[in-house]
């Protein structure tokens, strides 16, 4: 089993389920049980507000929001420009992100892949070896998160490991320690004729795993670009008490204008958390060009801080103390259905 999280929705058609048919689930998942059964019958007379089960929405359940490290904390996201110069595109982060650190910034994101052109053709030339030690890159960010005393979420760089390549964003502490490797689980292959191709499986190989992290400033979830099309994963991050989630992303002249902000809005609002995106400046000369349109949301789906295509660093607040208020407010967490659908989060499912 690959899939992290399946939405088990569950209807009357289960009932065509035999027991044997249903080996797929674990025993207290499999919807053929006959409790399942007698909880899922909409006409059952005992079903009230009360019998929603919204703790079964989730498998296994949620875990309550753990108090954070801090309640309020600025962070700083540094849309940068990429050049095809990878040494003057570490020192332009590393300036940009002693900037934002000057501004009062404890956590600071980078885009998706600022060390490189975003093409199949760069990403093996621009590859480092993280596992290795062979990583400038990320030697630069944790080099400047130690002496800075701040949290980085390392946007993405090529990441080559045991002869493949990855879309890979790196998340280091305040010591300096790397906390967090994820890398891009959902591959972006869009083929949109006359507007724009890019098959991102044609050189690198998606991730395997979510990637969640306790860091000083808070819990966080963290995908990358199109990662953030697949509200599973960022259901998953806020089941596991995801305070904020982090998206370097890239998306492009086509899809950025209807979806970008569209799509962070919807992961925040939906599960009631800040999220937090940083793409590259805008370069109209280069293959791909980014949207830009770095952004912060809050847990209301608020637009808190964004900015144009240009280069920009923004700061902007995070108050985590409304995370608790606006779920107070809006109960959805305590509404879920649980008789009627199921997130299942294999990973956490499969290491209990
Ligand atoms: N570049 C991406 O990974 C995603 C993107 O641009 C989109 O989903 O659109």
Request: hydrophobic letters at 35%; charged letters at 20%; one cysteine or more.
């Amino acid at each position: 089993m690959k899939a992290s999280a399946l939405l088990n929705l569950k209807s009357f058609t289960l009932s065509r389920h035999s027991p044997t048919s249903n080996s797929f689930f674990p025993p207290f998942l499999c919807p053929s049980h006959p409790r399942h059964r007698r909880i899922h019958h909409s006409r059952n007379p005992i079903m009230s507000a009360t019998s929603v089960n919204s703790e079964r929405a989730r498998a296994p359940p949620a875990i309550p929001l753990p108090p954070p490290p801090l309640s309020n904390f600025k962070i700083g996201l540094c849309q940068l420009s990429v050049s095809p110069d990878k040494d003057s595109n570490i020192a332009h982060a590393r300036t940009a992100i002693q900037d934002a650190a000057s501004k009062g910034a404890q956590l600071v994101l980078l885009p998706e892949i600022w060390n490189s052109p975003y093409s199949n053709d760069s990403f093996p030339v621009y590859a480092e070896d993280i596992d290795a030690g062979a990583s400038p890159s990320t030697a630069m960010l944790s080099e400047l998160s130690r002496l800075l005393k701040i949290t980085i979420v390392g946007g993405s760089i090529p990441e080559r490991s045991g002869g493949l390549l990855y879309n890979t964003c790196c998340v280091f502490g305040t010591d300096g320690n790397l906390l967090a490797k994820h890398r891009k689980i959902h591959l972006f292959d869009i083929d949109i004729p006359g507007k724009i191709t890019f098959i991102e499986s044609k050189t690198l190989t998606a991730g395997e795993t979510p990637t969640i992290v306790d860091t000083e400033v808070g819990r966080i979830g963290i995908g990358i670009c199109y990662d953030i099309r697949f509200p599973e994963l960022a259901m998953i991050y806020a089941a596991r008490g995801a305070h904020l989630l982090c998206y370097p992303g890239a998306f492009n002249m086509t899809t950025g204008p209807l979806h970008w902000e569209l799509l962070q809005r919807a992961r925040a609002t939906d599960n009631q958390l800040y999220v937090a995106t940083c793409s590259p400046a805008r370069d109209t000369g280069s293959g791909y060009v980014a949207w830009g349109h770095s952004t912060l949301v809050g847990p209301f789906g608020e637009v808190l801080a964004t900015t144009e295509h240009e280069e920009a660093i923004i700061i902007a607040e995070i108050d985590y103390s409304i995370l608790e208020q606006r779920r107070t407010n809006l109960p959805v967490t305590k509404q879920r259905r649980g008789d009627l659908y199921q997130l299942v989060d294999f990973q956490r499912l499969n290491s209990q």
